[in-house]
Structure formats: C-alpha cells, structure tokens
C-alpha cells in the first residue's frame, strides 16, 4: 500500500451655461458634444480593458484579433466579441502594426527535451499555451553554455517573444542581451548565478531533507548516495545537498557513488558490489533521476533481491516517469510535479508578456510515495 508524506453608453449633464436662442441650433450641438464624447471614450479604451472585461488575457485578446483563434473556445471568443460590440471598440493604426509584428513564438531551452522530466513539463507548457495560439520552439541544450547560446540566436532570428530556460550557471550572460532586446524569461528548475526575474521549481533540497531524516528516524544506518556527478547543476546541486545536510545534522558520514548517466545496469552492479554491506541496514538514495530504474534493475542481480527489501536495503530516488509503482517490490520514489511546474511556467511567461512585471518564484511540491524498498 502506497502512503503520501510529505454601460454601454455615458451620462452627459445639461450645461447650465446660457441658452442658445434657437432651439434647433442648440440640439445640434448637443448631439455633436455627446458624439464626441463617445468617440473619445471608444479611443480611451485599451486591450488590457477589454481582456478585463472578457475575463481573459491581454495576449487572448491579441490573438482573437488577429484572427488567430482556431484554438480558442467557442466561449471564449463570443465573451471577447460582446464586449467589443458593446464597447464599439477599434484599434488604432499603431496598435494593428505593433501586433501584426507579433511571431506567436516561445523559446524553450532544456537539458534534454527527451528526458522524462522534460517532457511531462514540456506537456504542461503546450496546455497553457494552447488557449492562446502560441508556439513552442524547443532546444536541448545538455546544459552547456555554448548550446545555450546557439539555440538562443536561432529562436531570436525565428522571431521569439519570450524564453523559458532550464538555464546553466553561467546563462546570466546570455540574460542581459535578452533583456535589452525586451525577451521575458521564466527560469525553469534551474537558473543562472546572477538570477533575477521569475523561476519555477520544486521543493528538492527540503524535500530530499525530510526523506533522509525520515530514513535515519527509521533505522537505516548505513547511507549510500549514487550521482551523475553534476551536483553543480540545476536542481541537481539541491538533490545532493539535502542528503549531505541530513546527515551532518544528525551527526552522521553517508558515502557516494558517482555513476555516469547512461551507465548500464550490469556496469552499476559491478561498482555496488564493493560498496554495499547488507549486514549494516544500507539505504541507498539515487540523487539523479535518469539513474533509478539502472540502480533497480542493478540490485535485482543479488541473490533473493526481494528478500533483502526493506529490511536489510532500502532504496529510494527520483521519478518523474511514474514506473516505480509498478515494479515488484514498488519502488520507493519523490515524485517531481513536471506537468504542473511545465505548465506555471508557461503561464508565468504569458503574463510577462501581457505587461505584467512583478518577479515572483514558485515553488511546488514533490510528492514522496512509500513503497516496498524501505521500511
């Protein structure tokens, strides 16, 4: 059994000034004093207002406008085309131009659009973007700086509005050039060293925090960490750092394997062999996601694997895919909520877009499933 832990028109006064002596002559003014009443009032009107009034934002607006609204709901546009009868409103020349400029375009930058994270966030982000027309560039950078910059120069010429980065230590670079050229960016799990603006991530230090306390609360006295050796990398650097704070607050030494990503089983097998002594209640906590299920199906090759669990092995790590639950025993897991950060993200970006400038982070919560692997 699986257990979760942690109005339409204006009012004009009669002028009180002196009458006109001809009646007919005084309607006339009257009609054309309220005439252009009315016409100032529909320039005085903006997109920001009438998004306000339809209940939706700047950028749908924008998009019904244009004619880009095969992807909006029938409701949606009749909300947008009552307020602009009612309203009389037209935009102006400098409007039409300024919007007829716009790409529709979105650069997202990731480590590896393949990865399972990725692409559940990748999902979430094409959700919150669907309702508005927009469209995702996508690039896998492998978090090098140089691919960063190559992908960066290629959406800008492709016309891209705004960025959403799973950004490397040293993207801050890119940052300031972006930011003079007015590209929003929403950082995404990962930021730069100088970061400002908005960011999206989970809770991974607190979160990998808890779990090895919870791990020493159940007796575990022997710990074993397995990276990919890219601590300074991303969310990476608070994988590994929840689970060394832990330990040095309950005054203990845990032990770390580095294991190349992309290892095979067979090779992890080999390396665990000398590390592992079942005599001393060993857990062993995977800090990259990409290397659970390796780790996994490397125990698998001790004689009476299932056996050894959870009393004399625990094992636990990151999935984002959701096959830990699957497996015989169920694999112990902190769950990251890709889709939902994916999606907020994106959702971050639109409003920047809509003018919208407060910095702001979000930050979600994993979700940690007990299982079969520990005790």
């Given at each position: 059994m699986e257990e979760n832990r942690p109005g339409s028109g204006s009012e004009i006064k009669k002028s009180t000034g002196k009458a006109f002596p001809n009646p007919f002559f005084c309607g006339i003014v009257k009609y054309k004093f309220g005439r252009r009443l009315e016409e100032q009032s529909m320039k005085k009107l903006t997109i920001n207002e009438i998004a306000e009034k339809a209940g939706v934002s700047k950028t749908t607006v924008s998009f019904y406008l244009n004619g880009k609204a095969n992807k909006m709901s029938e409701e949606t546009q009749q909300r947008i085309q009552q307020i602009i009868d009612e309203t009389g409103y037209e935009p102006s020349a400098a409007a039409r131009a300024m919007k007829a400029k716009s790409s529709g375009l979105i650069g997202v930058i990731l480590k590896d659009a393949a990865d399972p994270y990725c692409a559940r966030a990748l999902k979430g982000m094409g959700e919150a973007a669907g309702e508005?027309?927009?469209?995702?560039l996508i690039?896998?950078?492998g978090y090098t700086f140089k691919n960063e910059r190559e992908h960066v120069e290629r959406m800008l010429k492709a016309g891209a509005e705004g960025f959403i980065i799973q950004a490397t230590y040293r993207f801050g670079m890119l940052a300031?050039?972006?930011?003079k050229k007015r590209k929003p960016i929403i950082y995404l799990e990962a930021k730069p060293y100088d970061f400002k603006g908005r960011y999206v991530k989970g809770n991974n230090y607190d979160c990998v925090?808890?779990?090895i306390t919870e791990c020493i609360k159940k007796g575990y006295g022997d710990f074993l960490m397995i990276s990919d050796g890219e601590s300074s990398m991303g969310t990476a650097f608070e994988n590994t750092a929840g689970y060394r704070d832990a330990l040095q607050d309950a005054g203990l030494e845990g032990r770390t394997l580095y294991v190349q990503s992309g290892a095979r089983s067979a090779q992890i097998f080999e390396a665990l062999k000398d590390e592992l002594d079942l005599s001393l209640h060993t857990l062993i906590y995977v800090a990259a996601p990409e290397l659970l299920k390796a780790v996994f199906q490397a125990l698998r090759s001790l004689p009476d694997y299932e056996r050894l669990f959870p009393e004399h092995l625990g094992l636990i790590g990151f999935d984002p895919e959701g096959w830990t639950r699957m497996t015989s025993p169920p694999v112990s897991a902190i769950i990251p909520p890709a889709q939902e950060e994916g999606k907020r993200a994106m959702t971050e970006l639109l409003e920047l877009l809509d003018g919208k400038k407060k910095d702001t982070?979000?930050?979600?919560?994993?979700i940690v499933k007990w299982r079969g692997t520990t005790v």
């Open positions: 508005t027309e927009y469209q995702i690039g896998s950078s300031g050039e972006l930011e925090y808890q779990v982070e979000v930050v979600f919560k994993n």
